[in-house]
């Protein structure tokens, strides 16, 4: 059972350009919402994370927004460069449940110079 | 401050083998968890070591095991191997067991033939 589904599964900006990435979960109980970049041949890094008490938090080019009462959240990351070219995973967790994660399927997004 | 550092990084293994990765966690952190990444998809939850005793499991069969060292270094070992146990096997490692950073390593590859 896939709990958080995320989309598009790949996407084509221009250096510049934003690049939108939206995920939807299911279970009510997640408290915790970090977005992941991957990189080939590399492990996930955290870029940054939320928590449901807040609408929206941003870090440098990077904002993540959250919509609780839709169950749905999403990365927003502004003036996109070459560099951000790599794969992105939401995901999700239960404070009660430590910190296990629950990802999402994935985005690879390309940003054309 | 050393990284999370796994090994191998790959490995070459025939249905019905054995097969044991290795994970040194983050200077430190005391726990520990495992994930499958099969191509093109997110990562999957395994199992979790706390202070060396597991602490939450995933939808994974009892021939995925695990083990946390003293030093809180960890082991994952699947027994029986099969054909969809191909994918890439990440190690992530926290201070805690709540909703701490996670800190992922490069992975190892796994093929089964």
């Known amino acids: 059972q896939q709990q958080v589904k995320q989309s598009p599964q790949s996407l084509i900006v221009q250096k510049g350009g934003i690049s939108i990435i939206n995920c939807a979960y299911e279970n009510t109980a997640f408290d915790y919402f970090p977005w992941y970049q991957q990189f080939p041949g590399k492990g996930p890094a955290l870029l940054i994370a939320i928590r449901p008490d807040v609408s929206e938090k941003k870090e440098g080019r990077f904002t993540i927004s959250f919509n609780k009462s839709a169950k749905q959240f999403s990365l927003h990351i502004m003036d996109s460069q070459p560099g951000d070219s790599a794969t992105y995973f939401c995901?999700?967790?239960?404070?009660?449940?430590?910190?296990?994660?629950?990802f999402g399927g994935g985005t690879r997004v390309l940003v054309k110079p | 401050e050393t990284g999370v550092t796994q090994s191998p990084t790959h490995l070459i293994k025939t249905r019905g083998q054995q097969v044991t990765l290795r994970c040194s966690s983050q200077?430190?952190?005391?726990?520990v968890s495992w994930y499958q990444q099969a191509l093109g998809q997110g990562p999957q939850f395994i199992f979790q070591y706390y202070r060396e005793e597991e602490n939450g499991r995933g939808n994974f069969p009892p021939r995925f095991s695990g083990l946390q060292f003293p030093n809180y270094s960890s082991e994952l070992n699947v027994n029986a191997l099969e054909l969809d146990d191909s994918a890439l096997y990440l190690c992530?490692?926290?201070?805690?067991?709540?909703?701490?950073?996670?800190?992922f390593g490069p992975g190892t590859r796994l093929l089964v033939l």
């Open positions: 992530a490692s926290s201070y805690g067991g709540t909703q701490e950073t996670q800190y």
């Open positions: 200077s430190g952190h005391n726990t």
């Open positions: 995901a999700a967790s239960r404070s009660a449940a430590g910190n296990k994660l629950t």
